[in-house]
Protein backbone atom coordinates (compact mmCIF):
# COMPACT_ATOMS: atom_id res chain seq x y z
CA UNK A 1 0.00 0.00 0.00
CA UNK A 2 3.05 2.24 0.96
CA UNK A 3 4.44 1.56 -2.54
CA UNK A 4 1.44 2.34 -4.68
CA UNK A 5 0.94 5.83 -2.67
CA UNK A 6 4.37 6.63 -3.59
CA UNK A 7 3.54 6.08 -7.12
CA UNK A 8 0.01 7.56 -7.16
CA UNK A 9 2.38 10.92 -5.84
CA UNK A 10 5.27 10.36 -8.90
CA UNK A 11 2.00 10.13 -10.74
CA UNK A 12 0.41 13.43 -9.62
CA UNK A 13 3.49 15.25 -9.59
CA UNK A 14 4.84 13.96 -13.47
CA UNK A 15 1.67 14.86 -15.09
CA UNK A 16 1.77 18.49 -12.71
CA UNK A 17 5.43 18.96 -14.82
CA UNK A 18 4.67 17.93 -18.35
CA UNK A 19 1.15 19.71 -17.91
CA UNK A 20 3.59 22.81 -17.03
CA UNK A 21 6.34 22.09 -19.59
CA UNK A 22 4.28 21.36 -22.27
CA UNK A 23 1.55 24.48 -22.13
CA UNK A 24 4.63 27.16 -22.01
CA UNK A 25 5.52 25.55 -25.47
CA UNK A 26 1.91 24.61 -27.16
CA UNK A 27 1.52 26.60 -30.10
CA UNK A 28 -2.21 27.21 -28.30
CA UNK A 29 -1.17 28.16 -25.06
CA UNK A 30 -3.74 28.61 -22.41
CA UNK A 31 -2.94 31.25 -19.47
CA UNK A 32 -2.98 29.28 -16.10
CA UNK A 33 -5.58 31.97 -14.70
CA UNK A 34 -7.73 33.83 -15.75
CA UNK A 35 -11.03 36.11 -15.26
CA UNK A 36 -13.95 34.28 -16.75
CA UNK A 37 -16.43 36.54 -15.68
CA UNK A 38 -16.21 38.46 -18.64
CA UNK A 39 -16.98 36.03 -20.91
CA UNK A 40 -20.19 36.28 -22.58
CA UNK A 41 -21.46 33.35 -21.14
CA UNK A 42 -20.86 34.26 -17.56
CA UNK A 43 -22.53 37.61 -17.91
CA UNK A 44 -25.69 35.70 -19.68
CA UNK A 45 -26.01 33.51 -16.12
CA UNK A 46 -25.52 36.12 -14.29
CA UNK A 47 -28.70 38.39 -16.26
CA UNK A 48 -30.25 34.69 -15.86
CA UNK A 49 -30.33 33.95 -19.64
CA UNK A 50 -29.93 30.62 -20.40
CA UNK A 51 -27.59 29.61 -22.67
CA UNK A 52 -27.50 27.06 -25.40
CA UNK A 53 -24.26 25.55 -27.50
CA UNK A 54 -25.02 24.67 -31.30
CA UNK A 55 -26.19 20.83 -30.52
CA UNK A 56 -29.18 22.10 -29.20
CA UNK A 57 -29.43 25.18 -31.46
CA UNK A 58 -29.05 22.41 -33.94
CA UNK A 59 -31.81 20.48 -32.59
CA UNK A 60 -34.55 23.52 -31.79
CA UNK A 61 -34.03 24.70 -35.24
CA UNK A 62 -35.90 21.13 -36.24
CA UNK A 63 -38.66 22.23 -34.24
CA UNK A 64 -42.58 22.32 -35.62
CA UNK A 65 -42.71 25.41 -37.48
CA UNK A 66 -43.74 28.36 -34.67
CA UNK A 67 -42.35 27.05 -31.55
CA UNK A 68 -38.77 28.03 -32.07
CA UNK A 69 -37.65 31.18 -33.76
CA UNK A 70 -33.84 32.90 -34.41
CA UNK A 71 -33.30 36.11 -33.50
CA UNK A 72 -30.40 37.70 -35.63
CA UNK A 73 -28.15 40.36 -33.77
CA UNK A 74 -25.85 41.19 -36.09
CA UNK A 75 -25.75 43.93 -38.39
CA UNK A 76 -27.77 44.46 -41.78
CA UNK A 77 -25.12 43.15 -43.84
CA UNK A 78 -24.01 40.70 -42.29
CA UNK A 79 -27.95 38.94 -42.38
CA UNK A 80 -27.72 39.97 -45.65
CA UNK A 81 -24.84 37.83 -46.44
CA UNK A 82 -26.05 34.69 -44.89
CA UNK A 83 -28.43 33.82 -42.29
CA UNK A 84 -30.53 30.88 -40.09
CA UNK A 85 -33.54 30.20 -42.29
CA UNK A 86 -36.16 32.03 -40.86
CA UNK A 87 -34.70 34.20 -38.87
CA UNK A 88 -35.30 37.66 -38.19
CA UNK A 89 -32.90 40.62 -38.50
CA UNK A 90 -32.28 42.76 -34.89
CA UNK A 91 -29.51 44.44 -35.16
CA UNK A 92 -29.04 45.47 -31.85
CA UNK A 93 -28.25 49.48 -32.68
CA UNK A 94 -31.36 49.51 -34.37
CA UNK A 95 -33.61 47.49 -31.84
CA UNK A 96 -36.09 50.49 -31.90
CA UNK A 97 -37.28 49.73 -35.19
CA UNK A 98 -37.93 46.18 -34.47
CA UNK A 99 -40.17 46.72 -30.89
CA UNK A 100 -43.44 46.05 -32.66
CA UNK A 101 -42.30 42.63 -34.12
CA UNK A 102 -40.20 41.47 -31.06
CA UNK A 103 -43.57 42.73 -29.35
CA UNK A 104 -45.26 40.42 -31.36
CA UNK A 105 -43.13 37.86 -31.02
CA UNK A 106 -42.41 38.16 -26.82
CA UNK A 107 -46.46 38.08 -26.91
CA UNK A 108 -47.13 35.13 -29.00
CA UNK A 109 -45.11 32.74 -26.28
CA UNK A 110 -42.59 31.42 -29.00
CA UNK A 111 -38.64 30.48 -27.73
CA UNK A 112 -36.57 32.95 -29.07
CA UNK A 113 -33.11 31.95 -29.79
CA UNK A 114 -30.81 34.86 -30.26
CA UNK A 115 -27.71 34.64 -31.50
CA UNK A 116 -24.79 37.02 -33.18
CA UNK A 117 -21.61 36.83 -34.90
CA UNK A 118 -19.90 34.13 -32.30
CA UNK A 119 -18.97 33.08 -28.80
CA UNK A 120 -17.04 36.81 -28.36
CA UNK A 121 -20.10 38.86 -29.40
CA UNK A 122 -22.04 40.33 -26.90
CA UNK A 123 -24.38 41.78 -29.50
CA UNK A 124 -26.91 38.98 -28.87
CA UNK A 125 -26.43 39.07 -25.39
CA UNK A 126 -27.39 42.74 -25.18
CA UNK A 127 -30.45 41.72 -27.04
CA UNK A 128 -31.39 39.56 -24.68
CA UNK A 129 -31.42 41.39 -21.68
CA UNK A 130 -33.40 44.00 -24.11
CA UNK A 131 -35.91 40.91 -24.92
CA UNK A 132 -35.97 40.29 -21.32
CA UNK A 133 -37.21 43.65 -20.27
CA UNK A 134 -39.46 43.74 -22.54
CA UNK A 135 -41.10 40.90 -21.10
CA UNK A 136 -39.61 37.78 -22.77
CA UNK A 137 -39.82 34.76 -20.69
CA UNK A 138 -38.84 31.86 -23.42
CA UNK A 139 -35.97 33.40 -23.82
CA UNK A 140 -32.14 31.49 -24.81
CA UNK A 141 -28.82 32.77 -26.23
CA UNK A 142 -27.16 30.48 -28.82
CA UNK A 143 -23.74 31.29 -27.31
CA UNK A 144 -21.92 29.14 -30.41
CA UNK A 145 -23.15 32.34 -32.93
CA UNK A 146 -23.43 32.43 -36.71
CA UNK A 147 -19.68 31.16 -37.33
CA UNK A 148 -19.72 27.80 -35.87
CA UNK A 149 -23.54 27.46 -36.99
CA UNK A 150 -22.32 27.77 -40.56
CA UNK A 151 -18.82 26.25 -40.02
CA UNK A 152 -20.70 23.21 -38.66
CA UNK A 153 -22.87 22.71 -41.46
CA UNK A 154 -26.50 24.27 -40.24
CA UNK A 155 -28.32 25.75 -42.95
CA UNK A 156 -27.88 28.87 -44.22
CA UNK A 157 -29.78 31.09 -46.74
CA UNK A 158 -28.60 34.07 -48.07
CA UNK B 1 -0.49 -21.39 -13.97
CA UNK B 2 -4.05 -22.00 -13.01
CA UNK B 3 -6.78 -21.59 -15.17
CA UNK B 4 -8.28 -19.40 -12.57
CA UNK B 5 -5.17 -17.00 -12.47
CA UNK B 6 -5.33 -17.37 -16.31
CA UNK B 7 -8.79 -15.89 -16.08
CA UNK B 8 -7.60 -13.02 -13.74
CA UNK B 9 -4.88 -12.35 -15.92
CA UNK B 10 -6.87 -11.68 -18.62
CA UNK B 11 -9.44 -9.46 -16.73
CA UNK B 12 -6.79 -7.51 -15.39
CA UNK B 13 -4.84 -7.10 -19.10
CA UNK B 14 -8.51 -6.58 -20.62
CA UNK B 15 -9.71 -3.81 -17.95
CA UNK B 16 -6.63 -2.47 -18.44
CA UNK B 17 -6.08 -1.56 -21.63
CA UNK B 18 -9.94 -0.62 -22.13
CA UNK B 19 -9.21 1.94 -18.94
CA UNK B 20 -5.87 3.35 -20.71
CA UNK B 21 -7.50 4.13 -24.27
CA UNK B 22 -10.24 5.19 -22.70
CA UNK B 23 -7.64 8.06 -21.05
CA UNK B 24 -6.16 8.09 -24.15
CA UNK B 25 -8.92 9.07 -25.94
CA UNK B 26 -9.50 12.51 -24.65
CA UNK B 27 -5.94 13.30 -26.36
CA UNK B 28 -7.99 16.39 -28.03
CA UNK B 29 -7.76 18.53 -24.83
CA UNK B 30 -4.42 18.80 -25.33
CA UNK B 31 -4.51 19.65 -28.47
CA UNK B 32 -7.20 22.47 -27.88
CA UNK B 33 -6.75 22.99 -25.01
CA UNK B 34 -8.77 26.41 -24.58
CA UNK B 35 -11.77 24.13 -25.35
CA UNK B 36 -11.38 21.99 -22.57
CA UNK B 37 -11.03 24.96 -20.32
CA UNK B 38 -14.38 26.19 -21.04
CA UNK B 39 -15.63 22.56 -20.54
CA UNK B 40 -14.56 23.02 -17.48
CA UNK B 41 -15.50 26.16 -16.49
CA UNK B 42 -19.16 24.93 -18.30
CA UNK B 43 -19.76 23.02 -15.04
CA UNK B 44 -19.82 26.22 -12.87
CA UNK B 45 -17.99 24.19 -10.07
CA UNK B 46 -14.53 25.95 -9.57
CA UNK B 47 -13.56 29.59 -8.81
CA UNK B 48 -12.45 31.21 -11.65
CA UNK B 49 -8.66 31.04 -11.01
CA UNK B 50 -9.01 27.03 -11.13
CA UNK B 51 -10.86 26.62 -13.93
CA UNK B 52 -7.53 26.49 -16.36
CA UNK B 53 -5.39 25.20 -14.03
CA UNK B 54 -7.58 21.98 -13.10
CA UNK B 55 -8.06 21.61 -16.78
CA UNK B 56 -4.44 22.06 -17.53
CA UNK B 57 -3.60 19.22 -15.19
CA UNK B 58 -6.64 17.04 -15.40
CA UNK B 59 -5.41 16.35 -19.29
CA UNK B 60 -2.04 15.51 -18.48
CA UNK B 61 -3.19 13.37 -15.63
CA UNK B 62 -5.59 11.28 -17.85
CA UNK B 63 -2.58 11.24 -20.68
CA UNK B 64 0.00 10.09 -18.19
CA UNK B 65 -2.47 7.51 -16.56
CA UNK B 66 -3.10 6.20 -20.29
CA UNK B 67 0.63 5.80 -20.83
CA UNK B 68 1.23 4.21 -17.30
CA UNK B 69 -1.12 1.39 -17.99
CA UNK B 70 -0.01 0.51 -21.12
CA UNK B 71 3.74 0.86 -20.86
CA UNK B 72 4.63 0.52 -17.69
CA UNK B 73 3.43 -2.31 -15.50
CA UNK B 74 5.07 -1.81 -12.09
CA UNK B 75 2.89 1.31 -11.73
CA UNK B 76 -0.55 -0.17 -12.83
CA UNK B 77 -1.90 -0.25 -9.78
CA UNK B 78 -1.09 3.53 -9.09
CA UNK B 79 -2.72 4.63 -12.28
CA UNK B 80 -6.16 2.47 -11.70
CA UNK B 81 -6.29 3.98 -8.14
CA UNK B 82 -5.85 7.57 -9.76
CA UNK B 83 -8.35 6.85 -12.49
CA UNK B 84 -10.84 5.45 -10.45
CA UNK B 85 -10.40 8.93 -8.18
CA UNK B 86 -10.79 10.78 -11.75
CA UNK B 87 -13.58 8.90 -12.84
CA UNK B 88 -15.81 9.52 -9.38
CA UNK B 89 -14.51 13.30 -9.65
CA UNK B 90 -16.14 13.78 -12.96
CA UNK B 91 -18.73 11.51 -12.57
CA UNK B 92 -19.75 13.91 -9.24
CA UNK B 93 -19.64 16.89 -11.18
CA UNK B 94 -21.52 15.56 -14.15
CA UNK B 95 -24.30 14.63 -11.59
CA UNK B 96 -24.42 18.02 -10.15
CA UNK B 97 -24.73 19.35 -13.61
CA UNK B 98 -27.65 17.34 -14.57
CA UNK B 99 -29.40 17.73 -11.43
CA UNK B 100 -28.49 22.15 -12.17
CA UNK B 101 -29.32 21.95 -15.74
CA UNK B 102 -27.32 21.65 -18.53
CA UNK B 103 -27.37 22.28 -22.14
CA UNK B 104 -23.84 21.62 -22.55
CA UNK B 105 -21.49 18.29 -23.15
CA UNK B 106 -19.30 17.35 -20.96
CA UNK B 107 -15.68 17.55 -22.54
CA UNK B 108 -14.96 14.19 -22.01
CA UNK B 109 -14.68 12.74 -25.14
CA UNK B 110 -15.27 16.09 -28.32
CA UNK B 111 -15.05 19.64 -27.59
CA UNK B 112 -16.47 19.75 -30.98
CA UNK B 113 -19.57 22.74 -30.35
CA UNK B 114 -22.11 19.69 -31.92
CA UNK B 115 -21.03 16.82 -29.67
CA UNK B 116 -24.40 16.07 -27.56
CA UNK B 117 -25.09 17.59 -24.12
CA UNK B 118 -24.49 15.23 -21.12
CA UNK B 119 -26.99 13.07 -19.64
CA UNK B 120 -27.12 10.21 -17.23
CA UNK B 121 -25.76 8.00 -20.50
CA UNK B 122 -22.50 9.99 -19.45
CA UNK B 123 -23.00 8.94 -16.08
CA UNK B 124 -23.61 5.54 -16.74
CA UNK B 125 -20.44 5.43 -19.10
CA UNK B 126 -18.51 6.30 -16.14
CA UNK B 127 -20.02 3.94 -13.99
CA UNK B 128 -18.81 1.13 -16.57
CA UNK B 129 -15.66 2.61 -16.19
CA UNK B 130 -14.96 2.66 -12.49
CA UNK B 131 -16.40 -1.08 -12.20
CA UNK B 132 -13.50 -1.67 -15.09
CA UNK B 133 -11.19 -0.07 -12.60
CA UNK B 134 -12.41 -1.90 -9.95
CA UNK B 135 -12.22 -5.41 -11.85
CA UNK B 136 -8.83 -4.76 -12.38
CA UNK B 137 -7.62 -4.12 -8.99
CA UNK B 138 -9.51 -7.18 -8.05
CA UNK B 139 -8.02 -8.93 -10.45
CA UNK B 140 -4.89 -8.20 -9.60
CA UNK B 141 -4.69 -8.38 -6.67
CA UNK B 142 -5.91 -12.47 -7.12
CA UNK B 143 -3.26 -12.93 -9.34
CA UNK B 144 -0.83 -12.13 -7.23
CA UNK B 145 -2.11 -13.59 -4.46
CA UNK B 146 -2.25 -16.96 -6.03
CA UNK B 147 1.27 -16.66 -7.50
CA UNK B 148 3.51 -17.41 -4.44
CA UNK B 149 1.10 -20.52 -3.92
CA UNK B 150 2.62 -21.94 -7.14
CA UNK B 151 6.09 -21.19 -6.94
Redesign the interface.
Known amino acids: MRT??K??G???L???V??LA??SI?P??????????D?V?ARS?QAGI???????A?QKFQSPEGAVTFIDARSPEEFAAGHIPGALPAPFQTLEEQFPTLGNLIDSGQELVVYCKNRECDDSLMLAIELQAMGAENLTLFV?GFE?WQK?GGAVVP | MTSDQKVYRFAYWFACLIVAATLLSGYHK?????DF?LSV??F?LLP??L???AS??F???E???GI?LLFIP??R???L??AGGLLVVFSGAIGISLVRGT???CGCFSN??????MSGMSLARNGALLALCGLALYAQRKWRIKLPDIM
Do not use: M
Open positions: TLQIIILVSGVAVNHRKIPWVQSWSHERKVIPLSVLDVY | ILYPAAYRHDFVNILYQWLIVCVKFVAAWIAFSAPDALP
